[in-house]
């Protein structure tokens, strides 16, 4: 089976621009989580979807959300970008159990 | 709430000697844990996975881990380091029964040395 893909790998943007992420699970897989990776937070959880239903949020602001699809596929989308948006956002797919299996992310610098 | 500590935020070994990563969590429920690797660049690949059947579980590459709920432990363990071993290693603990978020360590970066 292919993994988890995200596209794009790299972004560059500039402060109050938005942008949005995407990412395809593992087929059959049918929830998608989403995390933000940077060097002073770590990692990250930002929201889970399930059947393209939200199932679960991290504490981050409202501009950070996300959809699923009904073929599992997932967006992201960040609106009015901060200088600390910089980072490596992970996608993550699983079948509905515990265990997640990430993509190689998506790394978006805001300038 | 659950979370892991990871002590040890750099680690160096020399290739062939034992590695231990240490992991400590907190969780008020019966915990879900796991172990990543980090390879520059990449995004995260699954090691191994605690899931309250056998508490010493095996991994990919040779690693292991060992689950002591008296120490809220969940050691990551290989006995002779490898070069390909070089990375960054992440110990998280799962939200709990029915949620797919994962609470993470803050990373134990291994050096293996020549």
């Known amino acids: 089976k292919a993994g988890v893909t995200q596209t794009p790998r790299y972004l560059i943007k500039t402060r109050g621009q938005q942008v949005t992420l995407s990412c395809s699970p593992i087929?059959?897989?049918?929830?998608v989580s989403w995390y933000q990776q940077t060097p002073g937070q770590g990692l990250q959880f930002l929201f889970e979807?399930?059947?393209?239903?939200?199932?679960n949020k991290g504490n981050f602001p409202g501009r950070f959300s996300g959809r699923q699809f009904s073929n599992s596929r997932s967006e992201m989308n960040v609106s009015t970008l901060e200088l600390g948006d910089s980072a490596l956002y992970l996608c993550?797919?699983?079948?509905?159990?515990?265990?997640?299996?990430f993509g190689p992310g998506t790394r978006l610098l805001v300038l | 709430a659950q979370s892991v500590t990871q002590l040890g935020s750099h680690v160096s070994v020399s290739e062939g000697a034992l590695v231990l990563l240490r992991c400590n969590y907190s969780?008020?429920?019966?915990?879900?844990l796991f172990w990543y690797v980090q390879y520059p660049n990449q995004g995260l690949q699954l090691l191994l996975k605690?899931?309250?059947?056998?508490?010493l579980v095996k991994g990919i590459n040779g690693f292991e881990a060992e689950f002591k709920k008296s120490e809220t432990s969940f050691h990551l363990t290989k006995p002779s380091a490898h070069m390909s071993d070089a990375a960054e290693y992440f110990c998280?603990?799962?939200?709990?029964?029915?949620?797919?978020?994962?609470?993470f360590g803050t990373g134990t970066r291994l050096t293996v040395i020549p």
């Open positions: 993550a797919s699983s079948s509905g159990g515990e265990t997640q299996y």
């Open positions: 087929s059959g897989h049918r929830s």
């Open positions: 979807y399930f059947s393209e239903t939200q199932r």
């Open positions: 969780s008020s429920v019966p915990p879900y």
């Open positions: 605690y899931t309250s059947a056998a508490t």
């Open positions: 998280a603990v799962s939200g709990g029964t029915g949620a797919n978020n994962l609470f």
